[in-house]
């Protein structure tokens, strides 16, 4: 899998990313069927029985047993080549996120728990059955133009929710973020946008090439593509879409140029930022998404804490 992508991204042997064109398809029950087999459009490889399926045996909720992902298993600065070797790692562990969306075959909906200590909310509110559909949506639209390439932390891992300032309180009406309604409603309206930050954790500078590469000619070749990979990395690490089911993207830079320190962008004109929500790719995911014609899955959070954290609440984490 490695060379073919170093041939696809025409970057030898310096780098080597994971291409994860992702399309969402899961399973609902009761009235919920209807609704999701009319978005259902990324992911035409599934059933919706085998979605169904899927829900009702990988999706059960989390248990103090199960083996979870956290902040410290992704060090910061990460090569994309090293990023590479442990994503495929981290997905074959199984380890799956912390406080994860779940099915709740009782009421037939996905369900999440948020909390916030400080400002004291915890809440376990209704996913709506579309959601994850639209975040796949736009990973594989990321991934079709290399935005992102990995779903985990370190790269595209993790949503701002923004809510739009002028339908806000329409939508929200007299609804406190201590409500888990609030949530839902959130998570459920069309003009609710999605703001990725892609190479979260990535080392994007240009490696250090042992060979003088005046006299190697190769290698003078590989670093002028990865640095040009880079440079596309860097540029296109704000991605803004809508939670409509549409795969569009916009790519967001707020005058960033090749050489800043940095470009991300935390604010969105008419928009406010809400929930931040995180994804992590494992075998033994609720979701799931096509990359390379091939089915792959992950789960989707609210929370992703630190090992100690995990530890302290006698969660398997490492």
């Not at 103090?64 to 997905?91: C, G, H, K, T």
């Not at 009782?106 to 996913?127: C, H, K, P, T, W």
């Not at 930050?197 to 250090?208: D, G, V, Y």
């Not at 916009?250 to 962008?265: C, Q, R, T």
Request: charge should be negative; include cysteine; aromatic fraction near 10%.
């Amino acid at each position: 899998m490695k060379q073919k992508l170093a041939k696809t991204l025409g970057l030898g042997g310096i780098l080597v990313g994971v291409a994860m064109v992702s399309s969402l398809a899961y399973g609902g029950v009761n009235e919920d069927l209807k609704r999701m087999q009319s978005q259902l459009t990324v992911s035409p490889k599934l059933s919706l029985n085998e979605k169904l399926r899927r829900l009702r045996s990988h999706c059960q909720k989390p248990v103090d047993s199960e083996p979870v992902v956290v902040r410290s298993d992704f060090p910061w600065n990460i090569s994309p080549a090293e990023l590479l070797d442990q994503s495929i790692e981290m997905y074959e562990s199984g380890k799956r996120m912390f406080e994860r969306a779940y099915y709740d075959s009782d009421s037939g909906q996905l369900r999440m728990r948020y909390i916030d200590e400080f400002a004291g909310i915890d809440v376990n509110f209704q996913v709506p059955m579309q959601l994850p559909d639209n975040y796949a949506g736009h990973i594989e639209e990321a991934m079709d133009h290399q935005y992102g390439e990995v779903v985990a932390f370190p790269d595209m891992g993790h949503v701002h929710m923004q809510t739009e300032s002028a339908s806000f309180g329409q939508m929200i009406g007299d609804l406190e973020d201590t409500q888990p309604e609030y949530y839902t409603r959130v998570l459920d309206s069309d003009k609710t946008g999605m703001l990725y930050h892609t190479a979260e954790q990535m080392n994007l500078n240009a490696p250090k090439v042992i060979a003088e590469k005046t006299k190697v000619r190769q290698v003078d070749l590989e670093l002028r593509r990865y640095r040009d990979y880079v440079k596309h990395r860097f540029m296109n690490r704000n991605l803004f879409g809508l939670n409509d089911g549409s795969r569009a993207l916009e790519v967001l830079n707020g005058g960033a140029k090749e050489g800043d320190n940095s470009n991300l962008i935390n604010v969105v004109p008419g928009y406010s930022t809400n929930l931040r929500l995180y994804f992590h790719a494992n075998k033994n995911g609720c979701f799931s998404y096509v990359r390379d014609g091939k089915v792959e899955y992950f789960d989707i959070s609210a929370e992703f804490p630190t090992g100690e954290i995990v530890a302290n609440q006698n969660i398997v984490g490492e």
